[in-house]
């Protein structure tokens, strides 16, 4: 047990993406045609992969902080405002699981602007290091901040096509 603690605690980002994955299946079997795909997969994703992903990194990311700054390896609060992003953005996502579509639009530019700048710096921190080997960005990267902002915005196409609540 303690194993599939570890496993899912270091790879916290693939787990929702999967559980995701899973209600949404799920859900579409449950609803049928009652309701847009691009609603059922707009929903699970933000709750889990984007909304629950962000708000442990922020507590995970936060501890290791103030642990950094505690012990004089960091004197700057550039971390600590990323995290709160982090927060803020995740906050801000599940209260959009069910909310107008203008609400969505907004979460949803917010977290593609932050996220594909994360990748962005990821990419550039791996090239100046001299690695141009990308498979080395791990699942944060490829799965959260690649993937998932990319899967958000076809379904806000998606979304703009179907009548508006």
Known sequence: MDVLNEWILSNFNL???????VLILLHKSMVGRRLANEEI??????????GLTNIYLFATQTFL??????NAFLTFSSV??????YLALGVIAISSFNASYGFRLATVTAN?????????QSIYLLTLKGSYDLTQLGSLVWLNQII?????????????RKPRR
């Open 15 to 21: 787990t929702m993406f999967m559980l995701a994955v």
């Open 41 to 50: 997969v707009y929903r699970w994703l933000v709750l889990f992969p984007l």
């Open 65 to 70: 902080y103030f642990y950094a700054v505690q």
């Open 80 to 85: 600590f405002q990323t995290c709160l992003a």
């Open 112 to 120: 593609v602007i932050f996220l594909f700048g994360c990748a962005a």
């Open 148 to 160: 998932l902002p990319c899967l958000l915005i076809l379904c806000m196409i998606g979304l703009s």
